[in-house]
């Protein structure tokens, strides 16, 4: 595996093995890797020639009160887990070598962001639309990984490929999750342990609205407020939303049915936890 810390580089490196015909899979990242990362990169081994792996923690998609300056890094551990995972460029820019400053030209999202994560963090997803603009441009991946966990950004995603005519094929990952439910996430070691061990009432109600709609339940409503009863009456978690959308379209739906999303977020002491279930009518 080759650590790569300049765009350049990356780019000239990724054309040389492109004219060889080789496909390239790529899984952008944060870093600080976990097991719902290295199932992106476990996928995009399987079904590429090469994988490149980046760890860049994204400045423009944190807004002046959130978590930049104490989002966990490892990069000592992190390229060890890759090395182990196979991949054959580790792509780890710095924050001066990814963006000009100031920025002359930045992306803005217009559609899929005025609801769920989009509506609490303004521009975020602009944020997360520039640097993946860039990156495709660097990497030029044939396949990019990303995790339902977010499910949010996949939709965006999709919306960023289809209409800048990125010729990369998105391919959605499913959700990892520790034993108790709880899915994956960086942040998870920033979490108290008492609010460690309440969080578990996220996946929790999840499970408890599929299990209604199964029974019959077809109103939105219904089932929001019962994963909001749940969350609130579980652990001291404020809750930040929990919406049920159409899926990947995010549109509000007046009843149960075709592909939708059931989705939240809470905040607990310290740490913001998300979680979802995509699911589909028959
Ligand atoms: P991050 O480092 O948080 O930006 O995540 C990088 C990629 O890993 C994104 O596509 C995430 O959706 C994905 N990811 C994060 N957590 C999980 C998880 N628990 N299961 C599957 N994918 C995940």
Not at 3 to 19: A, L, N, W, Y
């Amino acid at each position: 595996m080759r650590v790569i810390t300049t765009v350049k580089e990356m780019q000239s490196e990724v054309i040389k093995q492109k004219g060889q015909g080789k496909s390239v899979g790529f899984v952008p990242t944060m870093g600080f890797l976990h097991e719902g990362h290295l199932s992106l990169i476990k996928k995009a081994r399987k079904e590429n020639d090469l994988v490149v792996l980046s760890i860049f923690v994204n400045p423009l998609q944190f807004g002046p009160n959130e978590d930049f300056a104490t989002y966990p890094r490892d990069f000592e551990r992190d390229r060890a887990l890759a090395e182990c995972e196979g991949v054959d460029f580790l792509f780890h820019p710095s924050v001066e070598e990814m963006y000009s400053n100031p920025s002359s030209v930045t992306l803005v999202v217009q559609a899929r962001t005025d609801v769920l994560c989009g509506k609490s963090r303004p521009g975020h997803f602009d944020g997360v639309a520039t640097v993946l603009t860039k990156l495709f441009h660097i990497v030029q991946p044939t396949r990019a990984y990303f995790g339902k966990k977010d499910a949010q950004q996949v939709a965006v995603v999709e919306g960023l490929i289809t209409d800048l005519n990125f010729p990369v094929e998105l391919v959605p990952v499913d959700i990892v999750r520790e034993a108790d439910g709880l899915a994956k996430s960086s942040r998870n070691v920033n979490l108290l342990p008492e609010d460690r061990q309440k969080a578990v009432v996220l996946h929790k109600s999840l499970l408890q609205a599929k299990k209604l709609i199964g029974e019959g339940e077809r109103k939105p409503d219904a089932l929001i407020s019962l994963i909001k009863e749940m969350i609130t009456s579980e652990s001291s978690g404020r809750i930040d939303y929990v919406e049920i959308l159409s899926y990947p379209e995010l549109l509000p739906l007046e009843r149960i049915e075709g592909k939708f999303i059931i989705a939240l977020a809470v905040h607990f002491t310290n740490v913001r936890l998300i979680d979802n279930f995509i699911l589909e009518m028959d």
